[in-house]
C-alpha cells in the first residue's frame, strides 16, 4: 500500500535511506539526518511510503529545486526501496505515486541526478517517462572518488 509519508515512517525511512547510503551508489550523504531536518527538506504533500504489514518497503520524497519563484514547478526527488523489498515493483508504485501527485499539483517538472552505476534507478526512470538531459561528470567526490552524476528529467504532459 502507498501511503503518504508521516512521521511515524521516521525511524524506518531513515533506516531505508541509510541502506542506500551504506551501498554507495544512490547519493553523496555518507550519513542520514536527523528526521526534522530530513522532513523540513520534503515537501509534505509529495512524499510516499510503500507500507506492508507496518513494515516501510520503500519512500519517495521530493524537495525545491530553488526558492525563485520560476522554478515554483520544478522538484527534485529521491526513492529508496529497501534491500529485501527490492525487485517487487515498490519503486514503480512510489513513483507513479509521485507523478499523480505532481500531475494534480501542477508541477510541470521533476527531475533526479542518478550515479550512472545505478542502472536498476535510471531503467525505471526512462521506463516511467524520464530522460536522460545529460551527464554531469566529475560533479562532486564521494569517499575521495570524482562521480558523475545522470540527470533526468520528467515533463508534465498536462502543462504546455
Known amino acids: 500500500m502507498i501511503e503518504p509519508m508521516t512521521p511515524e515512517h521516521a525511524e524506518q525511512v531513515l533506516a531505508i535511506y541509510q541502506a542506500g547510503i ?5 547519493t553523496f550523504e555518507t550519513t542520514t539526518p536527523d528526521w526534522p531536518t530530513f522532513s523540513e527538506a520534503k515537501l509534505p504533500d509529495h512524499r510516499f511510503v510503500a507500507v506492508q504489514h507496518d513494515t516501510v518497503l520503500g519512500w519517495i520524497a521530493a524537495g525545491k529545486v530553488s526558492d525563485r519563484c520560476v522554478y515554483g ?3 527534485e526527488h529521491s526513492v529508496y ?3 529485501s523489498a527490492r525487485g517487487q515493483g515498490v519503486a514503480t508504485r512510489l513513483l507513479e505515486a509521485l507523478i499523480d501527485s505532481t500531475e494534480a499539483a501542477g508541477i510541470w517538472t521533476i527531475q533526479s541526478g542518478i550515479f550512472p552505476e545505478n542502472t536498476a534507478s535510471l531503467v525505471l526512470h526512462q521506463r516511467l517517462g524520464f530522460r536522460v538531459i545529460g551527464t554531469r561528470e566529475r560533479i562532486g567526490r564521494h569517499h575521495g572518488t570524482w ?3 545522470v540527470l533526468l528529467e520528467r515533463r508534465s504532459p498536462n502543462i504546455t
Open 22 to 26: 551504506d551501498e554507495g551508489n544512490a
Open 73 to 75: 514547478g520544478v522538484i
Open 81 to 83: 526501496v529497501s534491500p
Open 147 to 149: 562521480r558523475d552524476v
